[in-house]
Structure formats: structure tokens, C-alpha cells
């Protein structure tokens, strides 16, 4: 069974800073996805931004960016010129590839970043 | 226009009792998942349905049965509620899932309070 664990519950940042909230995960396949979603106040379950394993390339997304280390299975946001409307929880998950019980995601505990003025 | 829809919102009822919450997606998405968010935050698959079967059950109680009558619907009937129910429910889709690139577009959630 995959596992994701984020190990930051709770992170603050200045706007305009920069910050990365960390994701690490465990699995024995090779082929397989990432994802950020972010869950502001509002509740509305959103996709940040995902990256394929097979690509070495990290994935960005106007200020969010990724660290995809898969030998160290890794899996970083990083948030650039953050904004108050980045304060959310972030959430990482995983999904396999070709998953019979397709489309199943293991998710991360969660993040919960507050953006300060 | 809604993407993924849920009915109701929010949800007050006693221990015992038996409700349900519906969800709807209009983007032709074949898979549809439920998933409850507790009070720490922490988001746990339950089910999964594509094309109107059953793929993932994780390990739910008896008491929460999902129903599927279309690909565009899957809804979630709770029997008996206990105390512990209560959470945020989000209702998912994602296109088919024979592709592996499945990104999920979640509803705005049933807050669920049993008293």
C-alpha cells in the first residue's frame, strides 16, 4: 500500500515570500502520479498542480513549482510571491498507474499554510 | 455552471436517524468517488464507482451504502447514524479511469453534524 506523508501540519509565510511545504511517499511502483490540491477556507478541494513520474521535468504552474526527487521519493510545492490567497490547506497525493482499482488517490495529512500581510 | 454538485450542503440530524447526499457531475467524468474529511482535516477515500460499479470500498461500515443510477450520479445513504459520522463528505469525479492521468474535481462538501 502507498503512503504519503506530510510532515509540516501547520507553516506560515510573509507575502511576497517564498515557501515550500514538503511531501515525501512510499510505493513500490514505478509509474505513477502526484498531485497538490488546495482546500482554502471556503472548502472547495482544488488542483494545484501534478506531476507524471515518468518525467524527469518538474512541473510548474505560474508560481507553483515542484520538486520531484523520485529516488528519494519526494515531492515539494513551492509556493513563489505568496499571496493571501494562497492560505489554505495543501493536501499531496499519489496515485498508480494503470491501478486496477482505478483512480484510487492516497492522500497526505495535509498543510496548513497561512499566508501573513 | 456547477462541475460537481452536492445536496445539501450542510446537515444537522439526530443519532439514528437515516439521511442521504446526493452529488452530480455534468463533465462526463466516468469515475465518481465519496470521500469524508474528519475534524482533523484528514481525507479518507470510501468509495469509488466507474461507469455505475463499484471499483474501491475501502473499509466503511455497512451502514454507508452508495448508489449509483448513472454515470452522472453517485449518491450516499448513511442508515443509523452515530456521533462519529459527523464530517465534511466530498463527492469526486475524474475522466476515465482507464487513464491513469486522473485528475479529480471535487464538489463543495456536506457538512454532516449528528447530534
Known amino acids: 500500500a502507498q503512503t504519503v506523508t506530510q510532515s509540516q501540519p501547520e507553516m506560515s509565510v510573509q507575502e511576497a515570500e517564498t515557501v515550500t511545504l514538503s511531501c515525501t511517499y512510499d510505493?513500490?511502483?514505478?509509474?505513477?502520479?502526484l498531485f497538490w490540491y488546495k482546500q482554502p477556507p471556503s472548502r472547495q478541494m482544488i488542483l494545484v498542480i501534478r506531476?507524471?513520474?515518468?518525467?524527469?521535468q518538474n512541473a510548474t504552474e505560474n508560481r507553483f513549482s515542484v520538486n520531484f526527487q523520485k529516488a528519494a521519493k519526494s515531492f515539494s510545492l513551492k509556493i513563489s510571491d505568496s499571496q493571501l490567497g494562497d492560505t489554505a490547506m495543501y493536501f499531496c497525493?499519489?496515485?498508480?498507474?494503470?491501478?486496477?482499482?482505478?483512480?484510487?488517490?492516497?492522500f497526505g495529512d495535509g498543510t496548513t499554510l497561512t499566508v501573513k500581510p | 455552471d456547477t462541475a460537481v454538485s452536492q445536496t445539501p450542503k450542510y446537515l444537522v440530524t439526530q443519532m439514528g436517524n437515516d439521511k442521504s447526499i446526493k452529488c452530480e457531475q455534468n463533465?462526463?467524468?466516468?469515475?465518481m468517488y465519496w470521500y469524508k474529511q474528519d475534524s482533523k482535516k484528514f481525507l479518507k477515500i470510501m468509495f469509488s464507482?466507474?461507469?455505475?460499479?463499484?471499483?474501491i470500498n475501502e473499509t466503511v461500515p455497512n451502514r454507508f451504502s452508495p448508489k449509483s443510477p448513472d454515470k452522472a450520479h453517485l449518491n450516499l445513504h448513511i442508515n443509523s447514524l452515530e456521533l462519529g459520522d459527523s464530517a465534511v463528505y466530498f463527492c469526486?469525479?475524474?475522466?476515465?479511469?482507464?487513464?491513469?492521468?486522473?485528475?479529480?474535481?471535487f464538489g463543495p462538501g456536506t457538512r454532516l453534524t449528528v447530534l
Open positions: 497525493a499519489f496515485m498508480k498507474h494503470g491501478d486496477t482499482n482505478a483512480g484510487k488517490s492516497t
Open positions: 510505493t513500490s511502483e514505478n509509474n505513477y502520479y
Open positions: 506531476q507524471e513520474a515518468y518525467k524527469q
Open positions: 463533465l462526463g467524468h466516468d469515475t
Open positions: 464507482y466507474n461507469n455505475k460499479e463499484l471499483i
Open positions: 469526486a469525479s475524474a475522466p476515465n479511469s482507464g487513464e491513469a492521468y486522473n485528475e479529480q474535481f
